[in-house]
């Protein structure tokens, strides 16, 4: 069964800081990857997502992951967060070839940026 | 272009009541993902539907849960007799088409309150 595991339920940073949020997953199969961030009081929107190629790769709001099979991981970063950065994070998982679609979160990350 | 929308942004209810969770996918989406987030926790997949097909309700609880999307109109989710631990933030998300490269969009959530 696939898992997905973000170890710091809260990361504070101090605004102009970097940040790295951690997400490591566990599969039997190939997988696709993905950040989730959710505002409060609000749905999930897509930061970014891992689907084959390059392994670095660039989201929204100058996020950006790194996914490393040998590790099972796919953490998070940003060079330089901001007040508005403040927010709960999911890392997810998705089947590759499997007929449903359903993704496996994490249980998330509170990012919380102080000035 | 209208986002996934549901309805109602919070809903009350007595234990036992039935409850009637509401979401109208994006604009050409035929495929609707509901999942719940219990407090404290990650979302969990509940049930992925097609238009008048349930595909996968393999995180649906076995009794008082059921969804349906029809044909016309948007998906509904039921929760029938609820109890306080159905308490919780449930989200509906939609996307054009199952592959992989085609994201989920997801809507603002229902915050069910059993009292």
């Known amino acids: 069964a696939q898992s997905v595991t973000q170890l710091d339920s809260q990361v504070p940073v101090f605004e102009e800081a970097p940040v790295e949020l951690r997400c490591n997953y566990s599969?039997?199969?190939?997988?696709?990857l993905f950040w989730y961030v959710q505002y409060p009081n609000q749905g999930l929107q897509l930061l970014l997502k891992?689907?084959?190629?390059?392994?670095l790769v660039k989201g929204i709001n100058g996020f950006e992951a790194e996914f490393n099979k040998s590790q099972t991981s796919f953490h998070l970063r940003k060079p330089s967060v901001h007040i508005s950065d403040t927010a709960e994070y999911f890392c997810?998982?998705?089947?590759?070839?499997?007929?449903?679609?359903?993704?496996?979160f994490g249980t998330g990350t509170l990012l919380a940026v102080q000035p | 272009n209208a986002g996934v929308m549901q309805n109602p942004r919070h809903l009350v209810r007595r234990r036992g009541q039935e409850a009637r969770l509401r979401c109208s996918p994006m604009?050409?989406?035929?495929?609707v993902y509901w999942y719940r987030q219990l407090p404290e926790e990650g979302l969990k997949f509940m049930v992925y539907?097609?238009?008048?097909?349930?595909?996968?309700e393999s995180g649906m609880p076995k009794e008082r849960f059921s969804a349906e999307f029809p044909k016309e109109g948007p998906s509904i989710l039921r929760i029938q007799q609820v109890v306080r631990g159905d308490s919780a933030a449930y989200f509906c998300?939609?996307?054009?088409?199952?592959?992989?490269?085609?994201?989920?969009?997801f809507g603002p959530g229902t915050r069910l309150t059993v009292t």
């Open positions: 998300a939609s996307s054009p088409a199952p592959a992989p490269a085609y994201e989920q969009y």
């Open positions: 599969s039997s199969v190939s997988v696709y």
């Open positions: 891992y689907l084959s190629g390059s392994t």
């Open positions: 997810a998982v998705r089947n590759d070839g499997g007929a449903t679609n359903k993704l496996i």
């Open positions: 604009k050409g989406h035929s495929h």
């Open positions: 539907l097609q238009k008048e097909n349930i595909i996968d």
